[in-house]
């Protein structure tokens, strides 16, 4: 059974990967697309940028992370400046930690989609009088709600299994920072294999879950590829 704490921690959990996949959707979308329609000569370098998290050490990324949100950082300085607190061991800092470690899980299946598209459409929409705007959500979007749908299972289960970026940003505060992974861990440093054996296989569960929708998305629509 779990406990309060271990049902903290999921809640914790399920929050932080809802709003990060929110957070990287409204981010990742123009960046796709730019991505998929651009021929400028800096396009290597910044598909090189969204993809680093995935050959990155989560650690590496996160101690620069937490450098760059803690109170001397140029982040956090501004949080303070506006009011707020440093962005270091809080909520926030998770969720911006988040989106950098998923964002080529959201970003990659969004320009693969917008690419598979291809002009001929838009241009009929143009001849139609549509604008650049209403041909985008009008044409672009329905078109690939696919990718939309992959990017979104994938940042999602991707964010459930975090370990060392939260842990490196966010420290673990029980209530506030402390996710599945990090209280995992936890047991096992207490010799608590029970409770984390229930905790691993809630997420082993629902991960497998998720990567079968995924694979059934991929056999019906040939949307994304693992």
């Given at each position: 059974?779990?406990?309060?704490?271990?049902?903290?921690?999921?809640?914790?959990?399920?929050?932080?990967?809802?709003?990060?996949?929110?957070?990287?959707?409204?981010?990742?979308?123009?960046?796709?697309?730019?991505?998929?329609?651009?021929?400028?000569?800096?396009?290597?370098?910044?598909?090189?940028?969204?993809?680093?998290?995935?050959?990155?050490?989560?650690?590496?990324?996160?101690?620069?992370?937490?450098?760059?949100?803690?109170?001397?950082?140029?982040?956090?300085?501004?949080?303070?400046?506006?009011?707020?607190?440093?962005?270091?061991?809080?909520?926030?800092?998770?969720?911006?930690?988040?989106?950098f470690y998923?964002?080529?899980?959201?970003?990659?299946?969004?320009?693969?989609?917008?690419?598979?598209?291809?002009?001929?459409?838009?241009?009929?929409?143009?001849?139609?009088?549509?604008?650049?705007?209403?041909?985008?959500?009008?044409?672009?979007?329905?078109?690939?709600?696919?990718?939309?749908?992959?990017?979104?299972?994938?940042?999602?289960?991707?964010?459930?299994?975090?370990?060392?970026?939260?842990?490196?940003?966010?420290?673990?505060?029980?209530?506030?920072?402390?996710?599945?992974?990090?209280?995992?861990?936890?047991?096992?440093?207490?010799?608590?294999?029970?409770?984390?054996?229930?905790?691993?296989?809630?997420?082993?569960?629902?991960?497998?879950t998720?990567?079968?929708?995924?694979?059934?998305?991929?056999?019906?629509?040939?949307?994304?590829?693992?």
């Open positions: 059974m779990l406990t309060p704490d271990d049902m903290t921690a999921l809640m914790v959990t399920l929050r932080l990967a809802g709003i990060t996949v929110l957070v990287l959707l409204i981010i990742g979308m123009p960046l796709a697309w730019w991505l998929s329609q651009t021929q400028s000569r800096f396009k290597t370098v910044i598909e090189a940028m969204v993809a680093l998290p995935l050959v990155l050490p989560p650690v590496v990324l996160g101690f620069y992370l937490l450098l760059a949100l803690g109170p001397n950082g140029i982040f956090g300085k501004a949080s303070i400046a506006l009011g707020g607190s440093t962005l270091a061991f809080s909520f926030t800092g998770l969720v911006i930690g988040s989106a998923s964002l080529p899980f959201v970003v990659q299946p969004l320009q693969g989609a917008f690419t598979s598209i291809g002009r001929r459409p838009l241009e009929v929409a143009a001849t139609l009088g549509a604008s650049p705007l209403d041909r985008f959500f009008t044409v672009v979007i329905p078109l690939a709600r696919n990718g939309f749908l992959t990017a979104t299972v994938l940042g999602f289960a991707h964010t459930l299994g975090e370990f060392g970026v939260v842990l490196m940003i966010g420290g673990n505060l029980p209530g506030v920072t402390q996710v599945v992974s990090i209280a995992i861990y936890d047991h096992v440093e207490t010799m608590q294999y029970g409770q984390a054996h229930v905790l691993s296989g809630l997420l082993l569960a629902l991960s497998f998720i990567l079968l929708v995924v694979y059934a998305l991929n056999r019906r629509f040939s949307v994304v590829r693992i």
